[in-house]
């Protein structure tokens, strides 16, 4: 799988549009990805962020168990995952 990054990339969701940020490179076969309100920093603790683990199959997990914004992006890899 090719490992892309791509940062900022506004989607519009039912609650708004949410700059989307995906990091491919940080661990090997998974795939962070993160949504928070347009314009939000990374060291901010507005994320709401999925890990998508395809070592075996395919495993989506979230930030704290959870779909809330309230994570660090910044944080990512150290979060803990449910």
Known sequence: MAKVIV???????????????CDTTSTTSVIYLGEAK???LGSAPVWRIR???????????WADG???FDNIWDNRTSLTYS
């Open 7 to 21: 940062s900022n990339l506004p989607e519009t969701f039912p609650e708004g549009t949410y700059a989307v940020k």
């Open 38 to 40: 347009e314009g939000s």
């Open 51 to 61: 890990k998508i683990d395809y070592t075996s199959g395919v495993i989506i997990t």
């Open 66 to 68: 959870d779909a809330n």
